[in-house]
């Protein structure tokens, strides 16, 4: 039984962010990052306080039209958001309620972070393979500068310039397929959890100017000095190693790869990726990505990036794909497709 991507399709706000409206946090840039560190060159903003709900409701409604699909098509749905207005529910509950499907109708929200649409569609996967549903909406939703809330980013913070608002939806089943899913591989690292976990605090440099604009907001830790000597250490094979895994359970070689789409944190850390496997025979022009056109996109990074790529026609039919993701806690999620479409 073939199991993928009916459809897949983005979401992205109108407003245009661009590197130079950050130019005010270069004093705050560690000394030692100033010569390496870049903004994206551009990303999309949605200043409202209910940004994750309109652009998830948005991008639902979108899938099941791409899909000539209705509401009642769908038999589960699972939903993530990072940032917006409220820290619980999520949205999976208002995008049930919003685009109109069936009470009966299951909804799951899942928090793995930037990793969340390819562990959704695992578990989407392995939910229709026992045989209890057969089209399952996958959504994910990155909102951080809303106007109010937990997940807001902190204008005082250079990281926080890295973070763009998207969203991106998928949906799983067996019928008409555009990909097909060919294996999942993860390894997960709870040693560095203090290091690179979010957590409620006031603004980084509380005498600036914008520290006065924001409510308390949730800030990353990922800055510490204990998670930069660790991702050092390991920075270089971070990539590769999770996708060899993901080639060890397909029964495939490095060889057979013909496109990467992978999470974007910033270019820092997934140049070193990149590095790492183009030493181990993996060639850099493979890697593609959206960061100077919508930086950081979260959990959307990889259905937002499929589907323009799909879009462009970047991915030719029976290519191999590896979507490759980080999760903050730490894990990296990564899937083989074969695109059909």
């Known amino acids: 039984m073939k199991i993928g991507l009916e459809t897949v399709v983005k979401e992205l706000p109108d407003k245009i ?15 030692e990052m100033q010569k390496i560190f870049r903004f994206p060159k551009e990303k999309r903003r949605m200043e409202n306080e209910d940004a994750a709900e309109i652009l998830a409701a948005n991008v639902a409604k979108k899938a099941l039209d791409k899909a000539g699909l209705k509401p009642s098509d769908i038999d589960y749905i699972i939903a993530s958001n990072t940032g917006g207005k409220y820290t619980l529910p999520m949205v999976g509950c208002y995008i049930h309620h919003k685009v109109g499907f069936e009470r009966e109708t299951p909804v799951l929200n899942i928090q793995n972070c930037c990793s969340s649409f390819v ?3 695992w578990i989407a ?3 229709i393979m026992g045989g209890l549903y057969k089209r399952i909406l996958v959504v994910t939703v990155s909102a951080w500068e809303t106007s109010g809330g937990a997940g807001r980013i902190d204008k005082t913070d250079f990281t926080g310039s890295l973070m763009g608002d998207g969203a991106g939806a998928g949906i799983v089943s067996t019928q008409n397929l555009k990909c097909e899913f060919v294996s999942y591989y993860n390894r997960t690292f709870g040693e560095i959890y203090d290091t690179v976990a979010e957590k409620i605090m006031g603004p980084k440099y509380p005498e600036m100017e914008e520290a006065k604009l924001q409510p308390p907001i949730s800030n990353f ?4 000095k204990e998670f930069l000597e660790w991702w ?4 270089d094979s971070f990539g590769i190693d999770s996708i060899n895994g993901s080639l060890r359970n397909a029964k495939m070689k490095l060889s057979d790869i013909d496109t990467v789409i992978f999470h974007q944190p910033f270019d820092m850390l997934y140049d070193h990726w990149i590095e790492g496997a183009a030493k181990a025979g993996l060639s850099k022009d493979k890697w593609i990505h959206t960061w100077d056109k919508y930086g950081n996109l979260s959990n959307s990074v990889i259905p937002v990036n499929l589907a323009e790529f799909w879009e462009e026609g970047k991915l030719k039919k029976n290519s191999i794909i590896v979507l490759l993701t980080l999760g903050a806690g730490f894990h990296m999620p990564t899937m083989i497709v074969r695109w059909l479409a």
């Open 17 to 31: 962010v661009k590197d130079v409206d950050y130019n005010y946090l270069i004093p705050v840039i560690p000394k």
């Open 119 to 121: 562990d959704g569609c």
């Open 125 to 127: 996967q392995n939910l």
């Open 221 to 224: 830790l990922f800055t510490t």
């Open 232 to 235: 050092q250490q390991n920075w």
